[in-house]
C-alpha cells in the first residue's frame, strides 16, 4: 500500500483531486487527458468495432419461421382479415332516435362478444390443427410444383419465344419495315390545311 500512487486503482483515497468539478462533471486525470476524452475515445472504439461486425454478420432468417418470434398478440400483422374484423358496434347499431334500454344494451354487448369469442375459440381449437396440416401440405406441394414444374417450363417456353422472336423481327424487317417506310416517306408531305369558309 505504501509504493501506491496518489490517484491509482489500488487506494482511491490518497488522491486529493475532486472528483466532481464545480459544475457536477466528473473528472479525473489519467496521463493529462480528461475523463470525458476517454470516454469519447471508448465510444469511436465501440462504433468501431460496431461497424465490423454489422459487415460480417450473417443476415437471420425470415421472421415468422422461428416459433419464438411468433407474435401473439398481433396475428394479423399484414392485414389479410381486415374484412372480417368486426366489433359489436360493425354489426349493431341504434339510432339516435331509436335508443332501448341502458342495461340491455350492455349486456347485449358483453354477450355478443364473448359467445363470438368463445364459439370461434371452440370450433378453432377442433379444426385448426387438422386444417394447419391440411394448408401445409397443399402449400408445400404448390410450393414443389412452382420450383419444380411450372418455373422451369416457362423458361423454356420463354427461350423458345426469344427464337421466335428473332424470327419475327427478321421477317417484319425484310416486309413490313420497308413498305411503312415508303408510306411515311410519300405521306410526310402531306400538309394540312384548315381554312375556314
Not at 462533471?25 to 471508448?42: I, P, Q, R, S
Not at 465510444?43 to 432468417?61: A, G, I, M, Q, R
Not at 401440405?137 to 404448390?142: A, G, M, N, T, V
Not at 416457362?154 to 423458345?160: A, K
Request: proline content about 5%; aromatic content about 10%.
Amino acid at each position: 500500500m505504501s509504493d501506491s500512487k496518489p490517484g491509482s486503482e489500488h487506494n482511491l483515497n490518497e488522491s486529493n483531486m475532486p472528483l466532481l468539478s464545480e459544475d457536477g462533471t466528473e473528472k479525473a486525470e489519467k496521463g493529462g487527458e480528461t475523463f470525458e476524452n476517454e470516454l469519447e475515445e471508448k465510444k469511436d472504439e465501440s462504433t468501431e468495432k460496431k461497424k465490423k461486425d454489422k459487415k460480417l454478420k450473417v443476415p437471420k432468417e425470415k421472421p415468422g419461421y422461428d416459433h419464438d418470434n411468433l407474435d401473439m398478440t398481433l396475428r394479423d400483422s399484414k392485414g389479410i382479415n381486415r374484412d372480417i374484423d368486426l366489433d359489436f358496434d360493425d354489426i349493431l347499431a341504434e339510432p339516435s332516435t331509436a335508443h332501448g334500454f341502458d342495461p340491455i344494451w350492455r349486456l347485449s354487448f358483453v354477450l355478443f362478444t364473448q359467445i363470438r369469442k368463445w364459439i370461434y375459440r371452440i370450433i378453432a381449437a377442433f379444426i385448426a390443427v387438422p386444417l394447419s396440416i391440411i394448408w401445409a401440405i397443399i402449400f408445400s406441394i404448390l410450393s414443389v410444383i412452382l420450383v419444380w414444374v411450372v418455373r422451369p417450363v416457362i423458361r423454356i417456353v420463354q427461350l423458345f419465344l426469344a427464337v421466335f422472336k428473332e424470327l419475327w423481327v427478321s421477317f417484319l424487317q425484310a416486309t413490313l419495315e420497308p413498305l411503312c417506310a415508303t408510306a411515311g416517306a410519300l405521306f410526310g408531305r402531306v400538309k394540312v390545311s384548315n381554312n375556314l369558309v
